[in-house]
C-alpha cells in the first residue's frame, strides 16, 4: 500500500517561535496533500488542500499567513506554523492523493505542544 | 455538500460481542464512503471503503459495512469484538477534490 511519512512525529516549542512539519509520500506521488488538524476527543478537522506546484487552497476560518504550506515537489509538503501559541498545541495529521488513488493515505500525525 | 453523521460518540461492548457504528451520509451524487480507525497518538488506518461496486464491503481486521441507498447509511460492523478493536472510528465521505469530509467520530470500547 501506499505509505506517507511525517517528520517530527512530536515537536514541542516555545510560543512565539516557528515550527515546521513534514509530509513526505515515500512510494507514489501524491499530486494533492492534504492537511488536517486534530484536537483532543475531536476528528479531524481539513486546514488546506495543497497541489503540487500551486497555492494551497485553506478552508474558511485556517489563517493562511500563520500556517505556511509548501507543496514543492510531488513527494513533499510542508506546513510552517509561524509564531506559535499555545493554542496552537494539536494533532497534525497530512495525507497523499495520488493520481491512480480514490483513497487518502494518511501519515502518523504530528504532535504539536506550544509551551 | 456531502456529510457524514455518526450516531453514538461512544460505544461499548463486552468481548465477543457484536460492534455496530453507525454512520448516515448526506449526498447529492453516489458516494465513495471510508472507515477508518485511529489508535491514540497514530494516525489513521483504512478499514474499507465502498467505491460504488458490491454494497457489503469486507475490510480489515473482521470489519465489514453495507452501503444502503435507500437509508443513507454505511454501518461498520464486526460480528466478534475483540479487545484490541478499542479505538477511535469515523467514517468518512468524498467531496469535490478528492477532499474527505469526516464524522464526529465513535470511540469504541470494549469490557473483558
Known amino acids: 500500500g501506499a505509505v506517507v511519512s511525517q517528520h517530527p512525529s512530536w515537536v514541542i516549542c516555545k510560543s512565539g517561535t516557528s515550527v515546521k512539519i513534514e509530509c513526505r509520500s515515500l512510494?507514489?506521488?501524491?499530486?494533492?496533500m492534504f492537511w488536517y488538524r486534530q484536537f483532543p476527543k475531536q476528528s479531524l478537522m481539513l486546514m488546506a488542500t495543497?497541489?503540487?506546484?500551486?497555492?494551497?487552497?485553506?478552508e474558511q476560518g485556517v489563517e493562511k499567513d500563520k500556517f505556511l504550506i509548501n507543496h514543492a515537489s510531488l513527494t513533499l509538503s510542508t506546513l510552517t506554523v509561524t509564531s506559535a501559541h499555545p493554542e496552537d498545541s494539536s494533532f497534525y495529521i497530512c495525507?497523499?492523493?495520488?493520481?491512480?488513488?480514490?483513497?487518502?493515505?494518511f501519515g502518523p500525525g504530528t504532535r504539536l505542544t506550544v509551551l | 455538500a456531502q456529510s457524514v453523521t455518526q450516531l453514538g460518540s461512544h460505544v461499548s461492548v463486552s468481548e465477543g460481542a457484536l460492534v455496530l457504528l453507525r454512520c448516515n451520509y448526506s449526498?447529492?451524487?453516489?458516494?465513495?464512503l471510508f472507515w477508518y480507525v485511529q489508535y491514540p497518538n497514530q494516525g489513521l488506518q483504512l478499514l474499507l471503503k465502498?467505491?460504488?461496486?458490491?454494497?457489503l464491503v469486507k475490510g480489515i481486521n473482521g470489519f465489514e459495512a453495507e452501503f444502503k441507498k435507500s437509508e443513507t447509511s454505511f454501518h461498520l460492523t464486526k460480528p466478534s469484538a475483540h479487545m484490541s478493536d478499542a479505538a477511535e472510528y469515523f467514517c468518512?465521505?468524498?467531496?469535490?477534490?478528492?477532499?474527505?469530509?469526516f464524522g464526529q467520530g465513535t470511540e469504541l470500547s470494549v469490557k473483558p
Open positions: 512510494d507514489f506521488q501524491a499530486t494533492t
Open positions: 468518512a465521505v468524498i467531496d469535490q477534490g478528492g477532499k474527505l469530509i
Open positions: 449526498s447529492s451524487v453516489p458516494p465513495y
Open positions: 495543497s497541489n503540487e506546484g500551486s497555492k494551497a487552497t485553506y
Open positions: 465502498y467505491t460504488s461496486a458490491a454494497t
Open positions: 495525507s497523499g492523493l495520488g493520481r491512480s488513488y480514490n483513497e487518502q493515505f
